[in-house]
């Protein structure tokens, strides 16, 4: 069994090991239960401790586990299709972040950057993201009205997303809390440069010496990174070639084998290996 998050997964988690106590089972692990559940919620720790593999999606992962769980724990970077890269306009920058409006993914900080910038017409930001938070959705809809620099265009399908992520001079992404973005991870797919906050979520993908960092809710920190980037010729072709290096790591391919070499590997060591047989009466 491969099961994804601690808590949500947790009634699965045991049900499966109930019934199958010698067969393995996969737990990934993602942002909310990495960096929120596991410290409090008995449910997401019982899980953690059934798990014969643990996969976490960021290469800062294993530090926020228990020391006694990092020796059955793995990182798998999660992957995305390539896309080419886009000629963009000199006209004015155009940035787009993609992201539910909710409190994780910290819409504000983007608002209160955008506020900042009333100021310069030729720097934007669209939004792509669903109003989850109805009090973010109104925060939108209301600096929609009052910053002609921000747009905010709900949700969207996510071949569209994915258009207007290879379109973008710069994906903004200001997340309090991420197991391993794959909005990030699509745009250095795409070749699009990235602002993000410097939370293991983000710095797990794109190194702790990127360029395009700030802290979480550093609204003028974010502020200065995008004025640099309209500004400075030299900041997104610096970024750009940053991301030939780290696109490769993204691929289907290397997921993929990163996945197999886990599953083979309990395969092998498990001594059942295999499904115990089911118990009369067992449903289908």
Partial sequence: MIALHARRSAASVAAWKAAHPRAPLVLVLTGTDLYRDIDADPAAQRSLALADALVVLNRHGPERLPPDMRRKCHVVLQSCTARRTLPRTARHLRALMVGHLREEKDPRTAFRAMGRLSHRPDILLDHVGAALDPVLGSEAQALSVSAPNYRWLGAL?????????????????????????????????????????????????????????????????????????RDDPDMLP??????????????????GAALHRIVAALLHSTPAGRIDPPHPGDRP
């Fill in 157 to 229: 399908p996510h071949a569209q997303t994915r258009r207007r992520i290879q379109a973008a001079h710069l994906l903004v992404h200001p997340s309090r809390m991420e197991g391993g973005a794959h909005v990030v991870i699509e745009a250095v797919r795409s070749g699009t440069p990235v602002l993000a906050s410097r939370i293991d979520g983000n710095t797990g993908l794109l190194g702790d010496d990127w360029p395009g960092l700030f802290a979480p809710g550093d609204d003028a920190g974010l502020a200065r990174l995008l004025v640099q980037a």
């Fill in 238 to 255: 610096a970024l750009q070639s940053r991301l030939a290096a780290l696109a490769p790591l993204f691929s289907p391919r290397e997921e």
